[in-house]
Nanobody, 118 residues
Framework: QVQLVESGGGSVQAGGSLRLSCVAS????????MGWFRQAPGQEREFVAR????????AYADSVKGRFTISRDNAKNTVYLQMHSLKPEDTAVYYC???????????WGQGTQVTVSS
């Protein structure tokens, strides 16, 4: 079993930056692909970014390419989402996700709120 705990959300003005962190407990963290999703009020949850195991390659939603960067520190069992040039439309609850071995994430965090004001 894997537990994911996100942190780093908050309120910022448009153009600002935030870094989200997700700490994973449990075994085999370094062997999981990890990622981030988000859900805005009244909308479906959407993919934001993913970092693959074992290649380490990253993939991003078109809406965040060039502004967001996903990274991981296996020694700390942590995955990060660095967000720059934030826009009001980035406002959402951001969820950490782990283990795509069956095609979709098997584990989810509780979410952290990001609010971007104009």
């Amino acid at each position: 079993q894997v537990q994911l705990v996100e942190s780093g959300g908050g309120s910022v003005q448009a153009g600002g930056s935030l870094r989200l962190s997700c700490v994973a407990s449990g075994r085999s963290f370094s062997r999981y692909s990890m990622g981030w999703f988000r859900q805005a009020p009244g909308q479906e949850r959407e993919f934001v970014a993913r970092i693959m195991w074992p290649s380490g390659s990253a993939a991003y939603a078109d809406s965040v390419k060039g502004r967001f960067t996903i990274s991981r520190d296996n020694a700390k069992n942590t995955v990060y989402l660095q967000m720059h040039s934030l826009k009001p439309e980035d406002t959402a609850v951001y969820y950490c996700a782990a283990d795509w071995s069956r095609g979709s994430p098997a584990y989810w965090g509780q979410g952290t709120q990001v609010t971007v004001s104009s």
